[in-house]
């Protein structure tokens, strides 16, 4: 199983970026998949998850009304689009699947992260 994430760059504030997560090696399309970040010299966050039929979407409130989560179960495919972006959200993201329905955790599947970086 491999989730490999893709996107990041180099942006100014207030700036666009589109991430995307590929997962293979098995489907994903009944579990929970999620974004997270990790700012430089800071803990993983939490960004934004998504239930498998995409009915239901959680952001954190430092990117509600910014950023949109979706994803694509036909194509195994997670998705954060990102807009009027800030220096605050410079971090590398990472995407994950929640492999047993118990929220996030170490032990589940977690992509190698993509770096955005937002300049002011």
């Known amino acids: 199983v491999q989730l490999q994430a893709s996107g990041g760059g180099l942006v100014q504030a207030g700036d666009s970026l589109r991430l995307s997560c590929a997962a293979s090696g098995r489907p994903f399309s009944r579990n929970v998949m999620g974004w997270f970040r990790q700012a430089p010299g800071k803990g993983r966050e939490f960004v934004a998850a998504i239930v498998w039929t995409g009915a239901t979407k959680n952001y954190a409130d430092s990117v509600k009304g910014r950023f949109t989560i979706s994803r694509d179960n036909a194509k195994n495919m997670l998705y954060l689009q990102m807009n009027s972006l800030k220096p605050e959200d410079t971090a590398v993201y990472y995407c994950?699947?929640?492999?047993?329905?118990?929220?996030?955790?170490?032990?589940?599947?977690w992509g190698q992260g993509t770096l955005v970086t937002v300049s002011s």
């Open positions: 994950a699947v929640d492999t047993d329905g118990s929220g996030f955790s170490s032990d589940d599947y």
